[in-house]
């Protein structure tokens, strides 16, 4: 059974730095994807990245970054220039490439960015 | 906001009570989901329908029941819950089984039992 941890229940980062979020994962799979999803306390939960696993090059999606590691199995997510809209729960996923499945998420972290 | 929302935003209910959870996509997508987000637990899927026909049922108790009666609505019909049952509920949507991996959430309903 696929698994996802995310060690770092809570973290801060103050304005315009820069944080870096960790997610471990646990799969027998070669083809799979990862997501970061982010969830403000509006709770609206929002796609932020995705990456396939058979893809060397690590996603970007304008201030947001992953470092796959994928003998490692190390999902991190990292946020440049940190805004205050920025502050949310953030959770990592995963799910088994091909057939339709299950995403699986990890506890999340909660992150924190102060003015 | 993203094209998907639910209603109520927020329910309390007794345990004898009986309650409906609804959410709607505005996406055109043809598969929905019902998760619950328990508090420092990852989120747990309840319920897949994709074109309406229920395709994965994770064990849930027979308490919380479906009804998918179109690819743009989903209901949670609640009876005769269970203090732990509180929790927030997520509904998603994605246009396709097969593209699953891409999931719009709603807002949620915060359900608290009492």
């Known amino acids: 059974a696929q698994t996802v941890t995310q060690s770092q229940p809570e973290m801060s980062v103050q304005e315009a730095e820069t944080v870096t979020l960790s997610c471990t994962y646990d799969?027998?799979?070669?083809?799979?994807?990862l997501f970061w999803y982010k969830q403000p306390p509006s709770r609206q939960m929002i796609l932020v990245i995705r990456?396939?696993?058979?893809?060397?090059q690590n996603a970007t999606e304008n201030r947001f970054s992953v470092n796959f590691q994928k003998a490692a199995k190390s999902f991190s997510l990292k946020i440049s220039d940190s805004q205050l809209g920025d502050t949310a729960m953030y959770f990592c996923?995963?799910?088994?490439?091909?057939?339709?499945?299950?995403?699986?998420f990890g506890t999340g972290t909660r992150l924190q960015v102060f003015p | 906001e993203t094209g998907v929302t639910q209603t109520p935003r927020h329910l309390v209910m007794g345990m004898t009570n009986k309650k409906s959870l609804k959410c709607e996509q505005h996406?055109?997508?043809?598969?929905m989901y019902w998760y619950k987000q328990s508090a420092k637990k990852p989120l747990e899927l309840m319920f897949v329908?994709?074109?309406?026909?229920?395709?994965e049922n994770n064990s849930v108790p027979s308490r919380f029941s479906p009804e998918c009666p179109n690819s743009s609505h989903l209901f949670l019909h609640l009876h005769t819950l269970q203090p732990e049952d509180s929790a927030l509920y997520l509904c998603?949507?994605?246009?396709?089984?097969?593209?699953?991996?891409?999931?719009?959430f709603g807002p949620g309903t915060r359900l608290t039992v009492t």
């Open positions: 998603a949507s994605s246009q396709s089984l097969a593209s699953s991996y891409e999931q719009y």
């Open positions: 799969t027998s799979e070669n083809n799979y994807y």
């Open positions: 990456q396939e696993a058979y893809k060397q």
């Open positions: 996923a995963f799910m088994k490439h091909a057939t339709p499945d299950k995403l699986i």
């Open positions: 996406l055109g997508h043809n598969a």
């Open positions: 329908y994709s074109l309406e026909e229920r395709v």
